[in-house]
């Protein structure tokens, strides 16, 4: 069945990680975020609301339906002042309007149906030349082949079944980028980024990542004798990289845009 993220037992499912050099580089590409006031909506365990403070943001808020998460994110930077933590929607967040130099959406539009409405929200709570980041997995990322790197892909390699799971809960980049413009949003790119996950020293390391189902809600539809079978396929993939270090990456697509003056419709 679907995770429940509302669950204790999910509390640290989004908490246990940090984030990786490549996303850190990719996003400071993108937006230079000293000083910034960012809002991270859909936060989660709050492991990149935590970067963003990292990376030199002014104050940063993270934001999440999820009790539990918020619980588990404040315990991860409870030695961050920079940081705080609030419940809430993030179709109606309750936060101030144009407020926010940056709001980032990672790993969050996959949960949401109603994009359009989403990213409207998005739009009322920048300032003015504000930017929006959007991190999220096409159909076209998920399902790249497995390999060493991309485990991802041997999820639907050995059940196909998972593919349906994705391609009802994944937005296609052109539905994306419409629901920016919709909203408001100009000068909106889109780009590739191939993030580190995590580094296993083995495959003892990441059998026992997978067995946890870690952060990884598409496991939560495998049934635990389900589960079991996709760690030995995987791990039969990888024989001869048993003793060895595994470095777990996912291809994302980011999109960004720019909240105009006048919230003028203009794609480059």
């Not at 975020?33 to 002014?58: F, N, R, S």
């Not at 419940?87 to 359009?116: F, M, S, W």
Request: with cysteine.
């Amino acid at each position: 069945m679907p995770i429940n993220f509302h669950s204790h037992e999910n509390k640290k499912s989004y908490a246990t990680r940090n984030a990786d050099d490549s996303w850190i580089k990719c996003i400071n590409e993108i937006v230079d975020p000293k000083g910034k006031t960012i809002v991270d909506i859909g936060c989660g365990g709050g492991i990149y609301t935590h970067a963003l403070a990292e990376m030199g943001a002014g104050k940063v808020t993270g934001i999440d339906f999820s009790e539990q998460m918020i619980a588990g994110a404040k315990e991860n930077s409870k030695d961050c002042p920079k940081v705080s933590f609030v419940i809430g929607n993030a179709l109606d967040t309750k936060l101030p309007d144009c407020h926010y130099d940056i709001v980032i959406e990672r790993a969050l539009i996959h949960h949401i149906d109603d994009i359009q409405t989403c990213f409207k929200e998005v739009h009322r709570l920048l300032k003015p030349g504000g930017t929006c980041i959007i991190q999220d997995r096409t159909p076209d990322d998920c399902f790249l082949d497995g390999g060493p790197i991309h485990i991802r892909g041997y999820f639907f390699e050995l059940f196909p079944k998972l593919k349906n799971v994705e391609m009802t809960r994944r937005h296609r980049s052109k539905a994306v980028i419409h629901a920016l413009l919709d909203a408001g949003f100009n000068q909106i790119k889109q780009m590739h980024l191939w993030e580190v996950r995590k580094i296993y020293q083995d495959t003892g390391e990441l059998e026992a990542d997978l067995l946890n189902r870690t952060g990884r809600s598409i496991l939560h539809e495998l049934d635990n004798k389900q589960l079991i079978s996709l760690v030995d396929f995987i791990k039969s993939q990888l024989y001869n990289r048993r003793t060895q270090e595994i470095i777990e990456k996912d291809r994302w697509t980011i999109w960004t845009g720019v909240k105009g003056e006048k919230g003028r419709k203009k794609s480059h």
